[in-house]
Each structure stands twice: as structure tokens, then as C-alpha cells.
């Protein structure tokens, strides 16, 4: 389940969202035993878009913050979930990205 609320107040716009997963206990059987077990988990997320133009040009000034609360989660569609198991590798943990996306 997910859902974004977007507020576009002027020319921005402000976006807060979040994805639910829930636990995936039904995996299939591997060679070395049963399949890897995930928990659910709940990612929220929060964006700030401002778009700008200077000529023939055009594009958006981003901010972005992913995973807010710093949740540990893994993916069950993975395949390093379940090959790796115990010592699969977690899905990002919280992050910042800025950045500036143009086309001209």
C-alpha cells in the first residue's frame, strides 16, 4: 500500500508519502532449507520540487528525503534476500538527495 499527499502552493510543490509492505511468510522451499521470512515494514518520504524556465530551457530543483524514519527493512523480492538470507543486505537506509534536473 502507498499513497503521496502533494501540496502545490505557487509554482512548487511539496510532496509527503509513505509505502507499507507486509510480512512475506509464504516462501518456497530452497536446496539448503526453507525460504527467508521478511518482515513488514512502513518507508516514509518527503519531497520539495521547484520547476524554473530561462529560455529555451527548463527543468526542476529537488529535494528529497527517503526513508524518514530510518527504517530497517529488507525486500522479500530480493533475490539477495534469498540466496544471502541472515546476511542479505537492507533496503537504503534514510537519505537526502538534491539535485537539479534540466532539459534544453
Known amino acids: 500500500v502507498a499513497a503521496d499527499l502533494v501540496w502545490s502552493p505557487g509554482r512548487g510543490q511539496l510532496r509527503v508519502g509513505f509505502q507499507h509492505v507486509a510480512a512475506q511468510r509464504r516462501v518456497p522451499a530452497t536446496a539448503e532449507g526453507p525460504g527467508i521470512v521478511t518482515g513488514s515494514y512502513t518507508l516514509w518520504n518527503a519531497a520539495w520540487l521547484q520547476p524554473w524556465r530561462y529560455g529555451a530551457s527548463q527543468g526542476q530543483w529537488f529535494a528529497r528525503l527517503d526513508n524518514l524514519t530510518n527504517e530497517l527493512a529488507y525486500a522479500s523480492t530480493s533475490i539477495l534476500t534469498q540466496t544471502l538470507?541472515?546476511?542479505?543486505?537492507p533496503l537504503p537506509a534514510r537519505s537526502l538527495r538534491v539535485g537539479l534536473q534540466a532539459s534544453f
Do not use: E, L, Q
Not at 538470507?85 to 543486505?89: D, K, R, T
Open 85 to 89: 538470507g541472515v546476511n542479505a543486505p
